[in-house]
């Protein structure tokens, strides 16, 4: 099997169980909601996007890795709808990120994202969140999506054709990735819930 296929397969109960825990839907009810939401993420991505490209060493697998960072995406968002990008607290447990087919691991997370942001996308402009000011997050690389994606999993099945044994290092990698961020917003849930005169919407 194929890498992308084996990722899939074997980190599909974590993208369910995070896809749950985040609830779209209930972060588009409202626009305090809608911010909580891209802040929440804003804590995980920057850091893990701040390890991930630490050093230019991704390059040699992913040469277009400097155009993947969405931190700043965020950033802007975050401040578009009202919020203070500059003011949040930022994850401390990442998954650990030393090696190649650790990072590659995380970015199959992070870089498939951007194909659930379309349908995120069409989502928040049916609720009224299509303004071009506050959805570059979800947008991302916009019409190049389908793109960006199809050359990260072309250069993630080279490296995985050069580097056999490092396919459960990769697969370990994303679960991680998948498992730590769902662990982030149920403590941001739970820091909400704590709120004098909030009523946590789950």
Same mark, same amino acid.
């Given at each position: 099997?194929?890498?992308?296929?084996?990722?899939?397969?074997?980190?599909?109960? %974590?993208?369910?169980?995070?896809? $749950? !825990?985040?609830?779209?839907?209930? !972060?588009?009810?409202?626009?305090?909601?809608?911010?909580?939401?891209?802040?929440?993420?804003? *804590?995980?991505?920057?850091?893990? $996007?701040?390890?991930?490209?630490?050093?230019?060493?991704?390059?040699? =697998?992913?040469?277009?890795?400097?155009? @993947?960072?969405?931190?700043?995406?965020?950033?802007?968002?975050?401040?578009?709808?009202?919020?203070?990008?500059?003011?949040?607290? #930022?994850?401390?447990?990442?998954?650990?990120?030393?090696?190649?087919?650790? +990072?590659?691991? !995380?970015?199959?997370?992070?870089?498939?994202?951007?194909? *659930?942001?379309?349908?995120?996308?069409?989502?928040?402009? &049916? !609720?009224?969140?299509?303004?071009?000011?506050? *959805? @570059?997050?979800?947008?991302? #690389?916009?019409?190049?999506?389908?793109?960006? =994606?199809?050359?990260? *999993?072309?250069?993630?099945?080279?490296?995985?054709?050069?580097?056999?044994?490092?396919?459960?290092?990769?697969?370990?990698?994303?679960?991680?990735?998948?498992?730590?961020?769902?662990?982030?917003?149920?403590? +941001? +849930?739970?820091? @909400? %819930?704590?709120?004098? &005169?909030?009523?946590? #919407?789950?």
């Amino acid at each position: 099997m194929a890498l992308l296929g084996r990722l899939r397969t074997e980190t599909a109960a %974590s993208h369910r169980a995070l896809e $749950e !825990c985040v609830d779209i839907a209930a !972060c588009l009810s409202t626009r305090e909601e809608w911010l909580w939401l891209h802040e929440s993420f804003l *804590g995980y991505w920057a850091p893990l $996007e701040a390890l991930l490209f630490s050093s230019s060493d991704l390059e040699r =697998w992913l040469p277009d890795a400097g155009l @993947r960072r969405k931190t700043a995406l965020l950033r802007l968002d975050i401040d578009s709808l009202g919020g203070i990008s500059q003011h949040l607290t #930022y994850c401390q447990e990442l998954p650990p990120l030393a090696s190649i087919a650790q +990072k590659l691991g !995380c970015l199959y997370v992070l870089e498939g994202s951007t194909l *659930g942001g379309q349908r995120i996308t069409q989502m928040a402009a &049916g !609720c009224g969140y299509a303004a071009p000011e506050a *959805g @570059r997050f979800f947008r991302s #690389y916009g019409p190049q999506v389908g793109s960006m =994606w199809k050359t990260f *999993g072309e250069r993630l099945e080279a490296y995985a054709l050069a580097d056999p044994d490092s396919h459960e290092i990769v697969v370990g990698s994303a679960f991680e990735t998948f498992t730590r961020l769902s662990s982030w917003v149920a403590t +941001k +849930k739970t820091e @909400r %819930s704590r709120h004098v &005169g909030y009523s946590p #919407y789950h």
